[in-house]
């Protein structure tokens, strides 16, 4: 059996919560012989579950280290999901082991922090995957199916800051549309809006547009340059679960690392043009 451990800063958080749920679902649905096993956090959450708790209500044995989480299984997931700065101190340990090791998102809370961990991940022979789980959007999964290569442009409109939430849009102009942003614009039209262009400087653009509205929904829409459609978002957190057990078996990544360094890089570029709006921002090779 696969034994798969939960590594986080704290555990009573909303990812933590739901995912050993959407874990047992797919292992059900697509029959795999796994199971979640063991987990480990930092330290308790403020006014929420202790770490001994969670793991009592979730059915899961509580480690009395991390290293002793990462000895007693197969693969980790590293959770932290609510802020990607904890995401290198919880990962150090996972990403000495050799064993296969999910990072939630955001991967990193900028390029210079991805660039360190994942050469800490090739020193020790760790395979690594990242991903926000609006990748695996039945729809875009599809769509890539259909017409992978053929768009010319997509628009994203999504909620939140750039803080957390700007990877569930630039994770899927990359996996629809690729790396290789030749330049970005954002436009100065308030402190709390972050709307942009992507120029990928060979015909093909991108925009991208949040709002702090928590309760807007994802939208993407994508065009060859003669026709267009909606990609919905739904349907992603099985299919995710199932690409993650699907890495752990495997031990090889759908997500290649220069898809999650470009979303960084994005993420990176779009703090420093909202600081010089109206303004092409050129992005380095």
């Known amino acids: ?60 044995r509580l480690a009395g280290s991390m290293e002793e989480m990462i000895d007693s299984v197969d693969a980790v997931m590293v959770i932290a999901a609510d802020n990607s700065a904890w995401h290198e101190e919880v990962s150090r340990l996972p990403l000495s082991s050799g064993k296969p090791v999910f ?84 436009f100065a039209i308030g402190a709390k809006v972050t709307q942009m262009l992507l120029d990928y400087g060979d015909g093909r653009m991108a925009s991208f547009t949040q709002t702090p509205n928590p309760y807007a929904e994802f939208n ?6 003669e026709k267009g459609e909606r990609l919905d978002s739904s349907d992603y957190y099985i299919n995710t679960m199932k690409a993650i057990l699907d890495f752990f078996e495997t031990k090889i990544s759908p997500v290649p690392e220069e898809e999650t360094m470009e979303v960084l890089r994005l993420i990176d570029a779009a703090k420093e043009a909202r600081r010089k709006p109206d303004t092409w921002l050129e992005l380095d090779a």
């Open 220 to 225: 993407f829409m994508v065009s060859d340059g």
């Open 103 to 186: 990072i939630d998102k955001t991967f990193a809370q900028d390029v210079e922090t991805g660039k360190r961990m994942f050469a800490l991940a090739k020193e020790h022979h760790t395979p690594v995957m990242s991903t926000s789980a609006q990748r695996y959007c039945s729809s875009i999964m599809d769509y890539l199916d259909r017409e992978r290569g053929n768009t010319k442009f997509m628009s994203t409109v999504g909620p939140h800051d750039l803080s957390n939430y700007a990877v569930h849009q630039f994770e899927p102009i990359v996996t629809v549309m690729g790396v290789g942003v030749k330049r970005v614009k954002a």
């Open 1 to 60: 059996m696969l034994r798969i451990g939960f590594a986080d800063n704290y555990l009573d958080n909303w990812h933590a919560n739901y995912y050993p749920g959407f874990l047992r679902e797919a292992i059900a649905k697509y029959g795999y012989d796994a199971a979640l096993t063991s987990a480990y956090a930092l330290k308790d959450c403020e006014g929420g579950l202790t770490s001994k708790q969670w793991c009592q209500k979730n059915h899961v």
